[in-house]
């Protein structure tokens, strides 16, 4: 964020930009205007999120009365006359990603603006496949490549990204990141969990018509709590560990790809005598919300815990008062799990860093994650075997 303003910045001082538009998650609109202002103060900058009634109009004000636009991928979906009115010289997308799909509508939304320069941003650009890269390459290059690129051999793509990558690997900031001490914690299900982890089995044994997806997320979901009464012995263990975090003045962010644990992690801290200071950050909350989350965790001594979820927080935030980084669960993409550690290992991180990840001894995220780990299976792969294999022979190597 900080090169790129920096970049943009010395553009504008030399004549070569007049309007920059910004895309980026939700999520990360206030970040970036926030990060304008110390980077760019001389800037005028505005965010633009208008509603499809005045978007025109809104539209229209906003790139006559400012350098720099900022906006969000939902708002490019469809096309927008004022960028063909006045035409863009640079547009920054943040996590670039996001466009990696071309027969997504964001993607296509991007193709309709035209502008001089397009820096694409991102820490994971190629997501599932070569797909991924050749669609960025057609959105840098659109007379010279084509999505159908995605056919070329690998060191076509990887010779073709070359020139227009700049790479920043940790290897070169070493010196400016922290150290990190990453563990991962063994945790026994408590006896009501292994009832209901058992009584998920027999069910599924029973059952004529056997359904894999909906028994294997199940199982998965009670590794995190047991529905019923709410047990969960990952959630006691990690709240022990956020007391002592607590004592020790220091601040914890939480993960989890689902809502239910953060949402019953929350009620726990609160019933703690004394109770302990924490902000749920879901996509359930408005970007209002969301923002002044972030701000009460960053500004609030008493605020020790941020709960995260990390489907909307594993991207762009810096959250680097914290020191340390929990996963209820983790999701079965490494890069995903990845960025959402690195809100807290990043340059400014001043800590050591404990990351801590949280597994269910003899249950399906154990066996899944050694599988994983050992690099046999992907989690696609793993659904896709789930929903049709008739014999349900991979679920019963998994319940094992």
């Given at each position: 964020t900080a090169q790129a303003l920096s970049a943009a910045r010395r553009l504008f001082r030399k004549g070569l930009v007049s309007k920059c538009l910004i895309i980026a998650p939700g999520t990360l609109l206030a970040n970036w205007e926030r990060e304008a202002m110390l980077w760019a103060p001389e800037l005028i900058t505005k965010v633009v999120r208008p509603s499809l009634k005045d978007r025109e109009e809104t539209w229209a004000k906003a790139l006559k009365d400012a350098n720099v636009v900022i906006t969000s991928y939902e708002q490019i979906r469809n096309k927008i006359q004022a960028f063909e009115d006045s035409p863009l010289q640079l547009v920054i997308a943040d996590e670039a990603h996001r466009l990696r799909k071309s027969s997504a509508?964001?993607?296509?939304?991007?193709?309709?603006?035209?502008?001089?320069?397009?820096w694409a941003l991102s820490g994971t650009p190629i997501e599932n496949s070569p797909e991924d890269i050749a669609t960025l390459l057609s959105l840098l290059y659109p007379k010279k490549f084509s999505p159908r690129n995605k056919n070329d051999r690998l060191s076509t793509l990887?010779?073709?990204?070359?020139?227009?990558?700049?790479?920043?690997?940790?290897?070169?900031?070493?010196?400016?990141?922290?150290?990190?001490?990453?563990?991962t914690e063994d945790i026994m299900l408590n006896s009501a969990q292994e009832v209901a982890y058992k009584k998920v089995i027999d069910e599924f044994r029973l059952s004529p018509k056997k359904s894999f997806l909906p028994v294997f997320q199940k199982l998965l979901s009670i590794c995190d709590y047991e529905d019923e009464g709410k047990h969960s012995a990952k959630l006691d263990r990690i709240t022990q560990i956020l007391i002592e975090i607590n004592s020790s003045k220091e601040k914890a962010v939480v993960f989890s790809y689902t809502l239910e644990p953060l949402k019953l992690l929350e009620e726990r801290l609160k019933q703690l005598e004394p109770a302990l200071n924490s902000v749920l950050f879901t996509g359930e909350k408005s970007q209002e919300e969301r923002?002044?989350?972030?701000?009460?965790?960053?500004?609030?001594?008493?605020?020790?815990?941020?709960l995260a979820s990390s489907r909307i927080a594993s991207e762009g935030l810096t959250l680097t008062e914290a020191n340390h980084v929990l996963f209820i669960n983790r999701w079965w993409n490494p890069s995903s799990n990845q960025q959402a550690r690195d809100r807290v290992v990043r340059i400014g991180q001043e800590q050591v860093?404990?990351?801590?990840?949280?597994?269910?001894?003899g249950t399906v995220e154990s066996r899944v994650s050694q599988l994983l780990g050992e690099k046999l299976i992907t989690f696609d792969e793993l659904i896709t075997s789930l929903e049709n294999n008739p014999s349900g022979d991979l679920l019963e190597v998994l319940i094992s």
């Open positions: 509508q964001a993607t296509k939304g991007f193709r309709k603006i035209r502008t001089d320069r397009f990887r010779s073709a990204l070359q020139p227009v990558m700049l790479r920043r690997t940790k290897s070169q900031v070493l010196d400016d990141l922290p150290a990190v001490i990453e563990s923002d002044r989350l972030i701000r009460d965790f960053k500004t609030d001594t008493n605020c020790s815990v941020f860093v404990y990351v801590r990840n949280f597994v269910t001894q």
